[in-house]
């Protein structure tokens, strides 16, 4: 089933592919992408784009064979009107289901990210399409200039577009990394996206290759080949995982937490663990596990003390699983997500897995502004705190290996018990076990059922204390 937003989109891009026949304001940004990505092209060399659009990037550049596609039907049948002699093939195909018999040495992506939902699944669609020595070329608007866009599509100089993801190179680089990518090279262009005569040509061919005017450049470009392949047929089987699940005054989302879940590595085990609810969610959980008794994995406990790190600690205490998992039960992060944190985890890319929800626009609901500005305020917090760049801290979903976690309760006294959340204190403790802590982002989604247990200033307080007791233990030591 596609979801509303990629129907949008195509809607979007059938309807303006015939207006964007006299496309001329633009013509000149459009040329500077063409120019540099020809740069790197080369005849004897066989190119995808992917998100092809008109065509006119893959009939500018050199290529043994070319070949683009898009999910607009409008589109595709332009570009093989206007460029179908020129030995290009054209094919109607979405981006997120590849079906390519064969494999390219350059993959061009150009403003296509910010029109997907899910841009890891596109990565790892385009890795079908990848030999060893593949080369791929993101091209992607500097989000400093969101606000400018925005105004231009307002006074009628840019054609309007629907809401998209905005990006920052680290966002995009660790995309890349987490589908399967070595990001080796960044670089930033063009700093003045209109043509004027002589003005253009100086601010863009000169001032923009220097350090302060680079800052403002309107199109950034990330270069990457594919990681070392990894035996993914043995990883995918060689670990099984255990996925807590606290509960508290969730009933309602009890057997979707189960239903939703897919299977994955070599066995899955679910963990509800029920926390002073004052509905009927102890009584539902017991009625799911009963109910999925042969198909599913589940064990199920109540909590002695209060807050989730209790909960999660004592769905811990009983897992088998290699890895521990935790997912909470408003399924604002989807457990359809849940996989790619095994995959980050058992194909060596991370030893910790966070979720991040900062990355992709999130539904309207989601999450409170406050909440919003806090978590971001957070996330800048433990980036100096810990001196690697962190999204999102508050991501329920964290991940990491059973051996480690056991480490960690080892260590906790060097912190001490200062977290009722959970959140901090197997951040911090991952970070003084050293693992290398890798972030994977999911698409926040709105509760479907009942409401947040979070209070913004009372537990914002409790995480601002936490912060100052944390930068005495990990910062100023």
């Known amino acids: 089933m596609e979801s509303p937003s990629k129907n949008k989109y195509r809607d979007y891009f059938n309807s303006i592919a015939q207006k964007r026949k006299k496309r001329v304001v633009s013509r000149y940004y459009w040329k500077e992408i063409s120019d540099y990505c020809a740069y790197y092209a080369h005849e004897d060399a066989s190119v995808l784009e992917v998100g092809c659009g008109s065509g006119d990037l893959l009939a500018s550049i050199t290529g043994a064979k070319k070949t683009g596609i898009d999910f607009s039907e409008e589109y595709i049948n332009w570009a093989k009107e206007k460029h179908g002699a020129k030995d290009i093939e054209f094919v109607l195909m979405d981006a997120n289901n590849i079906q390519l018999n064969q494999t390219y040495d350059l993959i061009l992506i150009s403003n296509l990210i910010g029109f997907v939902d899910d841009i890891q699944n596109v990565f790892e669609q385009i890795k079908k399409c990848c030999h060893p020595n593949t080369k791929i070329i993101v091209q992607y608007y500097n989000s400093f200039w969101e606000p400018v866009i925005k105004f231009a599509e307002l006074i009628g100089l ?63 470009y990330s270069f990457a080949k594919p990681l070392p392949e990894i035996d993914n047929a043995k990883y995918n089987t060689k670990y099984s995982t255990t996925v807590v699940i606290p509960a508290r005054n969730e009933s309602g989302n009890i ?138 801290t508050l991501c329920g979903t964290k991940v990491m290996f059973r051996t480690d976690y056991i480490k960690l309760t080892k260590n906790r006294k060097y912190f001490g018990e200062f977290d009722p959340f959970g959140d901090f204190d197997l951040l911090f403790g991952a970070h003084k076990l050293n693992l290398k802590i890798v972030e994977v982002p999911i698409r926040y989604r709105e509760r479907t059922y009942g409401e947040t247990n979070i209070s913004r200033f009372k537990h914002g307080l409790i995480l601002l204390r936490m912060c100052a007791f944390a930068s005495r233990k990990c910062k100023f030591i």
Do not use: C
């Open 255 to 392: 057997e979707n937490a189960v239903l939703r879940l897919p299977k994955f590595g070599k066995h899955v085990e679910i963990i509800f663990i029920e926390g002073n609810s004052t509905d009927d969610t102890w009584t539902k959980i017991q009625e799911i596990q009963k109910k999925y008794a042969s198909t599913h994995d589940i064990k199920i406990g109540q909590q002695k003390g209060k807050g989730k790190a209790d909960a999660v600690r004592e769905g811990y205490k009983i897992a088998t699983g290699d890895i521990l998992m935790i997912l909470d039960a408003d399924l604002t992060v989807p457990p359809e997500d849940i996989p790619k944190f095994y995959d980050a985890i058992a194909s060596g890319k991370g030893d910790f897995i966070n979720g991040t929800r900062l990355v992709y626009p999130m539904d309207k609901e989601a999450m409170r502004f406050l909440n919003y500005l806090g978590n971001h305020f957070f996330s800048w917090a433990f980036t100096w705190l810990l001196e690697q760049r962190f999204k999102d």
């Open 158 to 220: 840019k054609q309007r577009t629907p809401w998209q993801n905005w990006l920052s190179t680290r966002d995009i680089n660790n995309l890349l990394f987490v589908s399967g990518f070595d990001v080796y090279r960044n670089t930033k262009r063009l700093i003045f996206p209109l043509y004027v005569p002589i003005l253009s040509f100086l601010l863009n061919k000169y001032f923009a290759k220097f350090p302060f005017f680079r800052f403002f450049s309107f199109n950034i």
